[in-house]
């Protein structure tokens, strides 16, 4: 096991986890902050995946989470505003 995938795991267990917490509970501004920091993680664990396997056309997909993530929060702040 190389030292890539053991980052990789120290970083689902250490910070995945508590992003799906804070996603699935709380209010809404809550809810967005464990988005954000859910798609944060999730591109960094795909990036030190595509590391470990030194496959760099792997990193194709964590380019583009990073986009559609910044998107998403976009809409889901969009969605936040109370209308008249």
Known sequence: MSM???ASLALLIGA???AVYVGARGGPVDRLAGLQQLGGVAV???MLFA???DRSDYLIVPLVLVLVSFAGALVFTRLLIPRK
Do not use: I, T, Y
């Open 44 to 46: 960094l664990v795909l």
């Open 4 to 6: 890539w995938l053991v």
């Open 16 to 18: 995945f986890a508590p």
């Open 51 to 53: 590391q470990a396997v």
